[in-house]
């Protein structure tokens, strides 16, 4: 087969569709295709060793000119704590000085990031399912990703897991899980009253959840906290803070009121849509901690 | 109250998120694909009925996310240009869903097509956001959302190639956003807003004081720079050949008609809103996007002319189109600007016929990719015959298509700007030819006829042949012959932001 080399008659080649002709090897279809030959490790051609070379020291100078950059910017920047710098302004002074009257919610933060600015937490409680989702998409086993043999050699491991499980890791488990749980879930439902919140509650609790599948294994978690259970759990969380929020913006937006009661500041049933917006995200963050884990490890929850 | 046509972006938006939430709760992906067709339905309509209230009176207006008003709660403003990317978002990702859809359920597991539609409605959710946004932190945060819908938009398909691809448009896009947060965190430091309108005034006050000139252009730099890492403008655009090449073609059309302009949208908005047009051209930014913009033009089209790989040749040929944009935006006139807009309307609306059409003419040859062996395809299955080749010519840029009145409004703005008149009319004048050296060519043998081919029996697709086809066509007839009234409108709402 004679490969063009004339411009022109290339692309008269190509108008008459002569592929043939002109890339042999290109012929791209879905169909598998027969299995490569396995590359033998040699030395890099000359090429190879010269891009790789001149990639690395290209590479350097763009980092340590952004950094330099960067490093420089900040140096530039206002002073923090002082007292013209220009993010003490009419923002902040509102949040400090009326956060708690107008949101309810002694912890300032809980007021700012589930009340004054729910919206931008509503995305970021999304990023958590996406995130979640596109690992679950790319790592739950199906038919592409498993194989047979694979399969029963994980299975036959599974067995010996369970049988020579960790006594210092189990004994350690059990002490230490109720009072991680417990603690996860304080820190939930306090989290308009002290530091913590939804975030970081849920990550306790998550955390529990791993601590507990490494010292028992998956199979004694699944007995209480399986794929529906997973589902359901993340779903109607993350279903219950947009349906609320959305009540909430919609109305708010139009001047209405909501009719949802701010409470006494303190009491632990206070601050209105930020308590349940807490466990909402609570719930969200502890199910995909746990998720990640589990779908990372074993491809499935 | 407010008029109720206000709350249609909230609405918009909300629709799109907590459908994509409640679509694990659905029982197959049938059922999932159904819910986002009808969530993007709604959502044309909705944007339509907002097109109309808000272009005739020329209307701008901001909408409080909640009880608190901005600066201290979240802002949503729209105006008619935002009101015309909602719809044109809206109708693009019904469109693409419609035409695809057999190819998509052909290349996802059905375990998994549940999940690919929560990121449809996300990634929806985020474009319209990230147009309605009044708030650059918000811009970030559905930045971020858009970034991992669209990377499980093309890892869904879940071969080796395109879990490669994805790794490397994660890494690159994540940097792009890393840069953008860096831009938001610094400017966030030197004037103490997050508000749009509310930075504009304090970046207005720095610049007549003089103050803090360092982090200033900084700040522009970074924010251009991730915001062109993520809409692949040249030298950043390695990513989405083998990104938007491999994906299903509802990604690939969604991806390159629509991802990569929400984030451009966003900039434009950014530089009217936050540091007016006059400061961004102050600051060189422009020139340097001008620059960029010639680049990508040139080296697009020649990696989309090296091409043979139909689907990648098309990715490369975003890339040029996403040049055209910037030295839109770069020419430091304000017809350019409202070109580049048009560019954005037309392109959205091309490449997603391109993607289609090609995704359909090589199911006639067993999913045959390359552009050789699709010879007497447009026989075979004769709507995406036409609809591939009226994409090609609004490309090269045929009088009375898209392409035809972006480019020309184009080189009219380009006129206005004496310093940059010549090197923008070069670089026109060469890309238009590449593109008809590459686009022609694949025209030509899509209808020329083939005795030795062996065609499948093309399966019947009656969402493609009947809608998606014919008003993605019609759309890009529809702005080739409206060119003047639209850069009318995109002007006075350019005027507006």
Redesign the interface.
């Known amino acids: 087969m004679n490969i063009e080399t004339n411009f022109f008659k290339r692309l008269n080649d190509w108008v008459n569709g002569e592929a043939d002709r002109l890339f042999p090897e290109l012929h791209e279809t879905d169909a598998p295709k027969p299995p490569e030959p396995v590359a033998t490790i040699g030395p890099l051609p000359n090429k190879d060793v010269l891009f790789l070379t001149s990639y690395q020291a290209v590479a350097l100078i763009v980092v340590i000119g952004m950094v330099s950059i960067l490093l420089y910017t900040v140096y530039k920047l206002p002073l923090f704590g002082v007292a013209d710098n220009p993010a003490v302004n009419e923002v902040v002074e509102r949040y400090v000085e009326k956060g708690l009257e107008e949101t309810g919610a002694v912890n300032v933060v809980a007021g700012m990031i589930l009340d004054y600015r729910a919206f931008d937490t509503l995305g970021e409680s999304s990023v958590l399912l996406l995130a979640i989702t596109s690992v679950m998409m790319l790592l739950l086993k199906d038919e592409k990703n498993t194989d047979p043999d694979e399969e029963l050699i994980e299975a036959h491991e599974a067995v010996i897991e369970d049988h020579n499980r960790d006594m210092i890791l189990q004994t350690m488990t059990i002490i230490l899980m109720p009072a991680i749980m417990l603690y996860g879930i304080y820190v939930i439902l306090n989290g308009h009253l002290s530091p913590g919140g939804g975030f970081s509650g849920g990550a306790i609790l998550g955390a529990g959840l791993i601590l507990f599948a490494s010292g028992f294994g998956h199979n004694r978690v699944k007995k209480f906290f399986n794929m529906k259970t997973f589902r359901t759990l993340t779903t109607i969380a993350l279903l219950g803070y947009g349906v609320l929020k959305t009540y909430s913006f919609l109305l708010g937006a139009n001047h209405l009121p909501t009719g949802i009661p701010l409470g006494t500041p303190g009491a632990i049933f206070s601050s209105g849509l930020i308590f349940v917006l807490d466990i909402c995200v609570g719930l969200i963050v502890a199910c995909t901690m746990y998720g990640f884990f589990s779908v990372f490890s074993r491809g499935e929850i | 109250?407010?008029p109720y046509y206000?709350?249609i972006p909230?609405?918009s938006i909300?629709l799109c998120?907590?459908s994509?939430?409640?679509i694990?709760?659905l029982s197959s992906g049938r059922r999932a694909y159904r819910l986002t067709l009808f969530v993007s339905a709604t959502v044309t309509l909705l944007s339509a009925l907002l097109m109309y209230k808000v272009i005739p009176l020329n209307e701008y207006f901001t909408?409080?996310?909640?009880?608190?008003p901005a600066?201290?709660?979240?802002e949503l403003s729209a105006g008619p240009l935002e009101a015309m990317m909602g719809f044109i978002f809206g109708l693009v990702m019904f469109l693409s869903l419609l035409g695809g859809s057999m190819t998509l359920f052909h290349d996802i597991?059905p375990?998994?097509q549940k999940?690919?539609f929560?990121?449809m409605n996300?990634l929806m959710?985020a474009l319209l956001?990230m147009t309605y946004t009044n708030?650059l932190?918000?811009g970030y945060?559905?930045i971020?959302?858009s970034t991992?819908?669209a990377?499980?938009i093309v890892?869904?398909r879940?071969t080796p190639k395109t879990?490669g691809s994805t790794i490397r448009y994660l890494a690159i896009s994540l940097l792009g956003s890393g840069l953008f947060l860096?831009g938001v965190v610094?400017l966030?430091?030197?004037?103490?807003?997050l508000l749009m309108p509310n930075i504009q005034t304090?970046v207005l006050r720095l610049v007549s004081t003089g103050l803090?000139t360092?982090?200033l252009t900084?700040v522009a730099g970074l924010l251009f720079v991730g915001i062109a890492i993520k809409s692949a403008l040249f030298p950043f655009g390695a990513w989405l050949p083998m990104a938007h090449g491999g994906a299903t073609t509802t990604s690939s059309a969604v991806l390159s008609g629509l991802v990569l302009k929400g984030y451009i949208v966003m900039l434009i908005k950014i530089f009217y809103r936050v540091f007016t047009i006059d400061v961004i051209r102050d600051l060189n930014v422009t020139n340097i996007m001008f620059a960029c913009g010639l680049a990508g033009m040139i080296y697009g089209s020649i990696e989309a002319f090296r091409e043979?790989?139909i689907k990648r040749m098309l990715a490369h040929s975003s890339m040029a189109q996403i040049g055209y944009i910037f030295m839109g935006i770069g020419l430091d006139v304000n017809l350019g600007v409202a070109a580049a807009f048009l560019q954005i309307m037309v392109h959205a609306f091309v490449k997603p016929l391109l993607f289609l059409c090609a995704g359909r003419l090589s199911e006639v040859y067993?999913?045959?990719?390359?552009?050789?062996?699709l010879?007497g395809s447009a026989h075979k299955d004769w709507v995406a015959g036409i609809g591939f080749t009226i994409g090609a010519m609004s490309m090269v840029g045929i009088p009375l298509l898209g392409g035809f009145a972006a480019k020309f409004y184009l080189v009219t703005s380009a006129m206005m700007n004496p310093a940059k008149l010549w090197p923008a009319l070069i670089t026109l004048m060469i890309s238009a030819v590449m593109n008809a050296l590459y686009y022609m060519?694949e025209v030509?043998?899509i209808w020329?006829r083939?005795e030795l081919c062996t065609p499948n029996p093309v399966e019947s697709n009656l969402g493609f042949d009947l809608i998606s086809a014919p008003l993605l066509a019609s759309g890009v007839i529809f702005l080739g012959l409206n060119g003047y009234t639209m850069i009318q409108v995109i002007q006075r709402g350019l005027a507006l932001l």
Request: charged share 15%; net charge negative; hydrophobic share 45%.
């Open positions: 109250m407010l206000y709350n909230a609405v909300l998120m907590i994509g939430i409640s694990p709760l909408y409080m996310m909640g009880h608190f600066p201290w709660g979240n597991l375990g998994k999940f690919y929560t990121m996300m959710a956001a708030d932190f918000t945060v559905f971020e959302i991992i819908a990377c499980a890892v869904a879940d879990i860096i610094l966030y430091c030197i004037t103490g807003h304090q803090y360092v982090p900084v043979e790989h067993d999913h045959e990719k390359s552009s050789y062996r010879r060519p030509i043998a020329t083939c």
